[in-house]
């Protein structure tokens, strides 16, 4: 191969990330320091991938499965820091969770900001709008603007290929509390399923808040039985 990568490191540069592939390789004790003919690590590689799908927070808990198996955080962090001409998306990421360094929201939504509109103006990386959907809906690093968050949870809850549950959360959370939509319980409830049912797991952690709303008793018995 002469990129010299390893399976790991065509896994992480892929257009669909198969995270159970990347597991059973860093089980199996894949060299995860590996660096290819560019000097890069598939961790460095993943985090420059703007060709998949996963939501901020999917790519967040898969980056801690590679530093809970060894991968220095810190100096990733600062090959991006060094190399930020082309990673202002990998680190408001990692501004954002605090991953190799300190968290810091507003430097987070700085190069956040900065790569949806000068880095990434024709190609709109999913993981790149889920967090400045979040940072817009909460106020992290920003001041709260609804209306940019919905259209950020809008785009990519409703996107035809590998719609983003994470955005479909944040919308049914948008139509419980009625921020910038009137509040609507039946359509908070059919975006919740519509995450639930793709791979948003997280939801049973509030399932308090989806009985109020629900009225599908098939749902329920499965949901929280």
């Given at each position: 191969?002469?990129?010299?990568?390893?399976?790991?490191?065509?896994?992480?540069?892929?257009?669909?990330?198969?995270?159970?592939?990347?597991?059973?390789?860093?089980?199996k004790k894949a060299d995860i320091n590996a660096k290819n003919?560019?000097?890069?690590?598939p961790l460095v590689l993943l985090l420059e991938n703007t060709k998949h799908s996963l939501s901020c927070f999917e790519l967040a808990a898969l980056i801690?499965?590679?530093i809970e198996n060894g991968v220095d955080a810190k100096e990733t962090f600062k090959y991006c820091k060094d190399n930020s001409w082309k990673n202002d998306a990998p680190l408001a990421l990692m501004y954002y969770f605090?991953?190799?360094?300190?968290?810091?929201?507003?430097?987070?939504f700085y190069h956040a900001n900065y790569a949806y509109n000068y880095r990434y103006k024709n190609h709109r990386n999913p993981y790149l709008l889920s967090l400045l959907g979040c940072m817009y809906l909460y106020g992290l690093?920003?001041?709260k603007n609804y209306k940019k968050a919905y259209g950020f949870?809008?785009?990519?809850?409703?996107?035809?290929?590998?719609?983003c549950s994470v955005s479909q959360y944040n919308l049914a959370h948008m139509y419980r509390t009625g921020k910038r939509v009137a509040k609507n319980h039946q359509t908070a409830f059919e975006w919740y399923l519509k995450a639930f049912n793709n791979g948003a797991l997280y939801?049973?952690?509030?399932?308090?808040?989806?009985?109020?709303?629900?009225?599908?008793?098939?749902?329920?018995n499965f949901l929280f039985t």
């Open positions: 191969d002469w990129k010299k990568e390893t399976l790991l490191h065509r896994c992480c540069d892929a257009k669909n990330i198969d995270i159970d592939t990347i597991h059973l390789l860093l089980e003919k560019y000097d890069k690590t801690d499965t590679f605090g991953i190799g360094t300190e968290k810091n929201y507003k430097a987070a690093g920003t001041r949870f809008n785009q990519l809850a409703n996107q035809d290929e590998s719609p939801l049973i952690d509030y399932k308090s808040e989806i009985k109020e709303m629900a009225d599908d008793e098939i749902f329920l």
